[in-house]
């Protein structure tokens, strides 16, 4: 049949079906979990039943550490990989897990020390919301998310000092980090 018919139409067949084939691929990829997102695990007594929860348990984040000193701050676990934000009362008003580089800074206190709209981080990524407030072999220690939103794995065999977080999760450091003198204590 294709013979029968002008070549115009064959190419604008052809061309039709491709793109019909490259929006299925990117729907389907579309529906599976982002790089970053966090897996959503049902509680311990969940069944395995097809049937409508009433409603999600919620999940209790965990308290801030207790040896993380007073006021407001900024507290990251290096074990946990998790930092909290915590306003004057001592109440942590966001926490949120990261993804540190191969450096990470010394347990202490340190004041964020300046900070940097966007660039491109040593891993040749372009991140955003660069909040540095440590130093550790030579290299300057930061807070940071990719513009993508991305996580990509350390570069082998290169150190890296930037604490990675997801992008949301960035600008709200971002907000709460770039107020004067504001606080980092690092605990293990």
């Known amino acids: 049949m294709a013979a029968l018919l ?4 064959t190419v604008t067949g052809l061309t039709a079906g491709a793109t019909v084939a490259v929006v299925f691929l990117a729907v389907q990829a579309d529906k599976g979990p982002h790089p970053t997102a966090a897996a959503v695990r049902p509680s311990a007594s969940a069944s ?4 409508p929860s009433a409603s999600p348990t919620p999940v209790k984040a965990p308290e801030v550490p207790a040896a993380s000193g007073t006021g407001r701050r900024v507290v ?18 966001r926490t949120f897990t990261v993804w540190p580089g191969t450096v990470s800074p010394d347990p202490g206190t340190y004041v964020i020390s300046h900070t940097r709209a966007s660039t491109t981080g040593s ?54 980090g770039t107020e004067p003198d504001t606080k980092v204590t690092v605990v293990k």
């Open 123 to 176: 891993d040749g990524v372009q991140i955003e919301h660069i909040l540095y407030f440590a130093s550790k072999s030579g290299l300057s220690v930061a807070f940071s998310n990719a513009v993508d939103g991305s996580s990509p794995p350390p570069a082998a065999g290169k150190q890296t000092s930037g604490i990675r977080m997801p992008k949301a999760d960035g600008a709200a450091l971002w907000t709460f």
């Open 76 to 93: 990251y676990a290096l074990g946990d990989k998790r930092v909290w934000l915590v306003d004057a009362t001592g109440k942590a008003s």
């Open 48 to 51: 395995a039943g097809a049937h």
């Open 6 to 9: 002008p070549s115009w139409v």
